[in-house]
T-cell receptor
Framework: GAGVSQSPSNKVTEKGKDVELRCDPI?????LYWYRQSLGQGLEFLIY????????KSGLPSDRFSAERTGGSVSTLTIQRTQQEDSAVYLC????????????????FGAGSRLTVL | SQKIEQNSEALNIQEGKTATLTCNYT??????LQWYRQDPGRGPVFLLL?????KEKRKERLKVTFDTTLKQSLFHITASQPADSATYLC???????????FGAGTRLAVHP
C-alpha cells in the first residue's frame, strides 16, 4: 500500500484480556519495527524484524508480549493478560533495508494503535 | 548503558526566530543520526539523516550538525513558523541490520 497501516486505531480492553494489534507495512519493505509510546514519552523499542533473520526481541518488556510477521509482510503484536501499564500508543514502522545502502534505515511510521486497559 | 538525551522541557520561540534543538548521547557509536517530526495523534515523520563522517546537512529551512567528539547533534529551524510547532525526535543507528533507537523528543512551540 501507499503507507503503513495499523489496526485498530483505538482499542479499549479490560485488564486481563488479550489484545492483537496489526501492522501492514509498505509493500517491499524488508524491515518492520514495533515501538511503544506512553503519554508524553518517547518511543520505546519493542521488536525488529528484518527479512528472514531471527527478530530482535530485546525490547519486549515481558513474556506477555509477542509478535510475529507472516510471509515477510503483515505483523501482529499480541499482548496477553493486559495490565493497566500496557496502556500506550503502539507504533509500527517499516523500512527498505538492503545490503549496500550503508544501513541508514529511514522509517515510515503508521498512525499507531492506541490501547487503553481499564 | 546507552542513553539518548533531548531537552524534556518545551522550547518556546517567536515566529521568525531560529529554533535550536539538542540531542546528546552516551555509550553509543552511531553510524548515523536521524531527526523526525511528530504531530499529536500521528506517527513520526522522517526529516533528515546525517552520517558519522558528515558535519552538517541542510534541507530548506532545516540544518543538522553532528559532532561525534562531543556526542551531540543540533537541529536548527530557521525563520520558524507556527506550523513548525511539533515534537522533534532524534534517532541513532549503528548501521547494518540493527534497530534504530529514539530519544524522548523535544516539543517546539512557535508563537506568532
Amino acid at each position: 500500500g501507499a503507507g503503513v497501516s495499523q489496526s485498530p486505531s483505538n482499542k479499549v480492553t479490560e485488564k486481563g484480556k488479550d489484545v492483537e494489534l496489526r501492522c501492514d507495512p509498505i509493500s517491499g519493505h524488508t524491515a518492520l519495527y514495533w515501538y511503544r509510546q506512553s503519554l508524553g514519552q518517547g518511543l520505546e523499542f519493542l521488536i525488529y524484524f528484518q527479512g528472514n533473520s531471527a527478530p530482535d526481541k530485546s525490547g519486549l518488556p515481558s513474556d506477555r508480549f509477542s509478535a510475529e510477521r507472516t510471509g515477510g509482510s503483515v505483523s501482529t503484536l499480541t499482548i496477553q493478560r493486559t495490565q493497566q501499564e500496557d496502556s500506550a500508543v503502539y507504533l509500527c514502522a517499516s523500512s527498505l533495508e538492503a545490503p549496500g545502502n550503508s544501513g541508514a534505515n529511514v522509517l515510515t511510521f503508521g498512525a499507531g494503535s492506541r490501547l487503553t486497559v481499564l | 548503558s546507552q542513553k539518548i538525551e533531548q531537552n524534556s522541557e518545551a522550547l518556546n520561540i517567536q515566529e521568525g526566530k531560529t529554533a535550536t534543538l539538542t540531542c546528546n548521547y552516551t555509550n553509543y557509536s552511531p553510524a548515523y543520526l536521524q531527526w523526525y517530526r511528530q504531530d499529536p495523534g500521528r506517527g513520526p515523520v522522517f526529516l533528515l539523516l546525517i552520517r558519522e563522517n558528515e558535519k552538517e546537512k541542510r534541507k530548506e529551512r532545516l540544518k543538522v550538525t553532528f559532532d561525534t567528539t562531543l556526542k551531540q547533534s543540533l537541529f536548527h529551524i530557521t525563520a520558524s513558523q507556527p506550523a513548525d510547532s511539533a515534537t522533534y525526535l532524534c534517532a541513532l543507528g549503528t548501521g547494518g541490520y540493527n534497530k534504530l533507537i529514539f530519544g524522548a523528543g523535544t516539543r517546539l512551540a512557535v508563537h506568532p
